[in-house]
């Protein structure tokens, strides 16, 4: 009976918030991070995206003004990496604040001697445990163009993360997965990128803010999972094969089946 009311109510949002059709083909035109999604896909993209913003409160901040087509930008690039997981997989927070450009955050952290500092620094995006994301719309805007920079899935696979506590590189995996297999395979791309970043070396097959946490390295290869998939599966294949496993998504063997396509 519950699960019936709970589909009655889902049911309810779509039809009430649904988005219209011109609307919906102009904002997914907009981002080739979507390319090679099937029409069945896209359906579900659709109706993630209408709860997505059913649920969440966006809110702006310094006299940004956020419109039905900005915010549908970043629904859809927040909605693909559980395109195949569900909104429950985004569940406990409810706010995301949205600054014009960078905004300045404020940490506090303890040094080895057990001295308090804090420091400021200017940042793009950010997500609290528990506490609501926040993100610049000058990189939100920037994302989703398949270069490897993507702000919102970048945050959002920190809310993934932090589903089981601090996040670690390590969120709450599914039924079958392996949990040795994923530490084996993140822990050793995380030693080869730390050790590259360490030499100086000039090219890198992920941004070096990766090397700074196993937390970052998640959310850089989520980013670069999406983003450049071909580029992820090269480098690190066992970390793609980890991330196919709990994204339940194939996003190099979709963009090729585009590229094949737009061949024809």
């Known amino acids: ?3 019936q009311i709970r589909r009655w109510r889902i049911q309810r949002i779509l039809e009430r918030e649904a988005i219209p059709e011109p609307q919906w083909q102009e904002a997914v035109r907009r981002l080739p991070l979507l390319a090679g999604l099937s029409a069945d896909q896209l359906t579900q993209l659709r109706e993630l995206v209408v709860l997505f913003l059913h649920e969440k409160e966006l809110m702006t901040a310094a006299d940004l003004e956020l419109d039905r087509p900005m915010a549908l ?13 569900g909104m429950d997989w985004y569940r406990g927070w409810r706010t995301i604040v949205v600054y014009p450009g960078d905004f300045l955050a404020r940490h506090q952290y303890r040094d080895e001697s057990g001295v308090e500092h804090e420091e400021q620094a200017a940042m ?21 163009q398949l270069d490897g920079f993507n702000v919102v899935i970048h945050e959002f696979a920190h809310k993934l993360d932090m589903l089981n506590g601090e996040p670690n590189g390590f969120p709450p ?8 297999e994923w530490a084996e395979a993140f822990s050793a791309a995380y030693r080869d990128l730390s050790e590259r970043v360490q030499r100086g070396d000039g090219e890198l097959p992920l941004d070096a803010y990766a090397a700074e946490s196993p937390a970052e390295f998640f959310s850089v290869v989520s980013e670069a999972f999406f983003e450049l ?10 970390v793609y094969r980890q991330l196919t496993a709990f994204y339940r998504q ?12 737009s061949r024809h």
């Open 229 to 238: 998939p071909g580029i992820l599966a090269c480098a690190y294949p066992q």
């Open 173 to 180: 995996l599914h039924r079958g997965m392996s949990p040795s």
């Open 73 to 85: 930008h970043l629904a859809l690039q927040a909605c693909l990496p559980i395109l195949d997981l």
């Open 1 to 3: 009976m519950l699960r």
């Open 124 to 144: 793009a995006g950010e997500a609290w445990e528990q506490g609501p994301v926040v993100l610049s719309w000058a990189d939100v805007a920037e994302s989703g």
């Open 250 to 261: 194939d996003p190099g063997t979709r963009l090729a089946r585009r590229c094949r396509d």
